[in-house]
C-alpha cells in the first residue's frame, strides 16, 4: 500500500464518517492524516517501524498511528470497512459526482434510503430531489447534468494512477524466472490524457513454454490489489484492480514483440493508415509480424523500429501515432524532432510555506537544483486566494525580498522571483502594478468564476493577457480532469492577443490539469505563441511531474524553439519581459 492508496482509504473514510452524521473534530482528523501523507517525499511504509518519526509527521497523532497499523497489518482499515457494509460500497461512486457532497448525499440517504448512482437519477428525474431541504429544481438540473458527466468519464484514469499501477506489475513481474520485458501499451504509452483499459506486455522464456506461461499467470493473479480474473487464456490473462481499472496483460514470443508493441500502442487510426500502407506495399501487418502478401516471409517483427524502416518510415514515437498526419511526416523525412525533459532548463511555477505550499524557498531550490535545472522561478499565490493565504502587496514585496536573498545565497541556479496572480472576474489583477513591476515574471490564472458566459471570460482573459505585467497564462482553461470541464471561451481570440502581446501560455504538467491539452498547444503553436511547461509545484516531490507535461507537448508536435523554458535563463528572463521572437 503506497502514500496515494493509504490517503484514499482515509479521505474516503472522512467522507463516509460525514455521511454517518459523526463529529466534525474526527472526520477532520482522518482528512488531514490524509493531506499529510499524501505530501510525505517518502513511504509511510518505510516509517511505519518508528513511531515516533510517524508521530512527528504534522497531521498524524496516536489514533491515526494505530489506524496505519491496522493497515498495514490487515490490509484493511475496520472503521473504512464497517462504514462500507453499512452505506454499501456504491456511495463511494456518489461521491465522484461533482456537486454531490458529503451532506447531500447523507441527505439523500435520510429522506429515501438511496445510494448508487442510478437510484439517485431515477429520484431526480422523479422531482423528488427538489423536495429535500435547500434543494431546489435548478439544483436537481445540475445533479442530472453532473451524473451525465460523471458517465462520460467513468472508467477513466490519470495518466498517473495508470504509470503507478503498471509500475507495480512491471515489479510483481520483472523478477520472475523467464522473464525478460514487461512494457506498458496503449494510451498509457502514447501519453494521453487519461487512461481507460492498461495493456502491458510480456516476453521472454516463460511466454514460450506452456508449463511455465501457466506458472506465470498463477503468479500475475497474486497481484496485491487484483480484485478480480476477467479472463484466463493461452496468451491473455485480464483482471480489474480495486480502483475499478482493467488490465489486460499478453504474452509474447520475442520475434513478435515488436510487432505486438506497434499493434497495442495504437492508436486504432494509427494502426489502421499503416496497415493499408503496407498492403500497397505488399505487405501485411498484424500483432504478430510483417509479412510479404504473396508467400508469408516475415520481413519484421521483433522491433518497432525494423517494422517502420520497412515501410519506408522514420520511427514515429508513440506520442504521435494519432493519424493526425504523421504516416505522411514520415514518409518525407519531416518528423520534428520533439521536445525533450531533458531540453527544459527550469520549471517556473512552484509554491511555498508562504501560501499553501509544504517546502520553504530554500527546499524547492535544492530540490530544483536536484533536477538539474538552471534557473526556477517562486511563484505563489495572490490574496484573492485566501484558503490558500494568498499575498497582499505588502507581503508579495517582501516575499521578493526573502526570494532575492536566497537567490544571492545559494550558488548554480538562478531563483526568479515570481507570483501566480488571479485574474477577477472583471479581468484586473488582484495585486497592484507597481508590486507587479517589480516581478520577475507573472503568471496570470483564474481561480473563480468559472460559469461566466463565454463572452464574459473571453474578455476577462484577455484583459489579463493585455496587462503589460501579464508573463505567463496559468492552467488557461481552467479544467481538472475527470473532475472539472474546461470554462467556456473563445481561445482562438486570446491566442491572437498572445502572440501580439507576446504573452506565453502555461502548459501545466500536473497530471490533474495537463492544462493546455495536445490539441490546444498545437492551435498556440500555429497563432506563434510560445509555450512555459511547469509543474505547479506545491511540494518538492511534484517536481517530477514535468514529464507528463512534456508528454502532452510532444503530443502536440511541439520542439524545443516552442517552448521558452528550454531556453538559457538570461533569455528566458528577457522573454518574460515579452522579448522572444
Known sequence: MDNKAIAGILYETADLLEIDGQDSFRIRSYRNAAQAIEALPQQIADLIGEPKKVLEIQGIGKGMLTNLREMFKDGRLSVHADLLKKYRPSMLDL????????????????????CDVEG??????????????????????????AIEDYRRI??????????????????????????????????????????????????????????EREKLIDHIIKLPGLMEI?????????????????????????????????????SKAHNVALRQRALKMGYTLSEYSLARLDDQKVVAGKTEEDIYAQLKLDYIPPELRENQGEVDAAGAHKLPVLISQGDVQGDVHMHTVETDGRNTIEEMVEAAKAHGYKYMAITDHSKNLAFANGLDDKRAVEHIKRIRAVNDQINGIEIFAGIEVDILADGTLDLSDSVLEQMDLVIASVHSHFNQSSAEMTDRLLKAV????????????????????????????????????????????YPDRLDLCDRHLRLAKQHGVKIVINTDSHHTSHLEKIRYGVLQARRAWLTKEDVLNTLP??????????AWN
Not at 570 to 577: N, S
Open 230 to 266: 476477467i479472463a484466463r487464456g493461452e496468451n491473455k490473462v485480464s483482471f480489474r484492480l480495486r480502483g475499478g481499472m482493467q488490465v489486460d496483460v499478453r504474452f509474447l514470443a520475442p520475434e513478435s514483440f515488436g510487432a505486438a508493441m506497434q499493434y497495442f500502442t495504437g
Open 95 to 114: 461521491l465522484k459526482i461533482q456537486g454531490l457532497g458529503p451532506k447531500t448525499i447523507a441527505l439523500i440517504w435520510s429522506a429515501y434510503q438511496v
Open 154 to 211: 467513468a472508467g477513466r484514469f490519470l495518466l498517473d494512477v495508470a504509470e503507478r499501477e503498471t509500475e507495480k506489475i512491471q515489479a510483481h513481474l520483472r523478477d520472475f524466472p523467464g522473464v525478460e520485458k514487461v512494457t506498458p501499451a496503449g494510451s498509457l504509452r502514447r501519453g494521453r490524457e487519461t487512461v481507460g483499459d492498461l495493456d502491458v506486455l510480456v516476453t521472454g522464456a516463460a511466454c514460450c513454454d506452456d508449463g
Open 120 to 145: 439517485v437519477e431515477k429520484l431526480a428525474r422523479e422531482g423528488k430531489i427538489r423536495e429535500l431541504p435547500r434543494m431546489g429544481e435548478k439544483q436537481e438540473q445540475k445533479l442530472l447534468k
Open 569 to 578: 535563463a538570461q533569455d528566458f528572463a528577457k522573454a518574460m519581459k515579452h
Open 466 to 509: 493585455e496587462n503589460p505585467n501579464t508573463s505567463i497564462i496559468g492552467h488557461p482553461t481552467g479544467r481538472l480532469l475527470l473532475r472539472r470541464d474546461a470554462y467556456q471561451f473563445d481561445l482562438d481570440s486570446v491566442l491572437k492577443a498572445a502572440a501580439q502581446r507576446k504573452v506565453a501560455m502555461e502548459l501545466n504538467s
